[in-house]
């Protein structure tokens, strides 16, 4: 059985992981895992007024929203399938409970056939192209980096100015105790200072979930072969 595009990027260390993340972060189009994540934002905020347009242009696309808040329930739900251009991909489809509002972060990345990166695809049509790095920590954490940023668009491909764009660190870990993920995430802007970041928990639930049952609203409204 082939491994996940994260085995595969992190090697051997990815048996540094907590065993829990590393169920989490196996799943393949082979192995047909998926997970369904529920929990709560015990914080989700924003660095204030000047981020808020920012923010509304992420919510074109669902990839990020304006809301802040404390105790926000929220989902996550992981799916690994081989995509039109026969790339295996995963997609992160995170739902957030704003009230009778519901905020998408949605994204499927793939490993790189160029360089062996990881590459995330932020949005519901692909059009930000994200460098991922991936570091098992001692500790049996995992922490996710994004650099450069690519957008896609009919015939129009740039990379971001780092004025215009945000990057991520993203920290999850298992708490056993209280058999729960944890997770915070941090988004920054280099000129600008931390624009947006939310830290959670949930418990998931692990599936068998072949290609064809996965949810429509799971898989983008477009592939986008450029990375």
Do not use: C
Not at 139 to 168: C, H, K, M, W
Not at 200 to 212: D, L, R
């Amino acid at each position: 059985m082939s491994q996940s595009i994260y085995e595969q990027y992190l090697g051997p260390d990815f048996q540094k992981l907590h065993p829990m993340l590393q169920k989490r972060f196996s799943m393949s189009n082979q192995n047909h895992l998926a997970m369904v994540g529920t929990g709560v934002m015990e914080r989700i905020f924003n660095a204030g007024w000047h981020t808020l347009p920012f923010l509304y242009v992420g919510t074109w696309r669902n990839i990020m929203f304006p809301e802040t808040g404390i105790g926000i329930p929220f989902t996550i739900e992981n799916y690994a399938y081989q995509d039109s251009h026969g790339r295996e991909t995963v997609t992160w489809i995170r739902k957030f409970q704003f009230g009778s509002k519901v905020r998408r972060f949605d994204a499927t990345m793939i490993r790189s056939r160029q360089n062996g990166n990881i590459i995330d695809y932020l949005g519901n049509r692909q059009h930000l192209a994200v460098d991922i790095n991936m570091k098992a920590n001692l500790d049996g954490s995992l922490t996710i980096f994004s650099g450069n940023q690519r957008f896609y668009e009919g015939p129009v491909a740039f990379t971001f100015p780092g004025l215009f764009s945000g990057n991520a660190e993203v920290n999850e870990s298992y708490d056993e105790a209280q058999d729960l993920f944890k997770i915070s995430v941090q988004v920054k802007n280099k000129y600008v200072g931390v624009l947006f970041g939310y830290t959670g928990h949930f418990k998931a639930e692990f599936k068998t979930v072949p290609p064809a049952k996965i949810p429509a609203y799971a898989k983008p409204l477009r592939e986008e072969i450029r990375e």
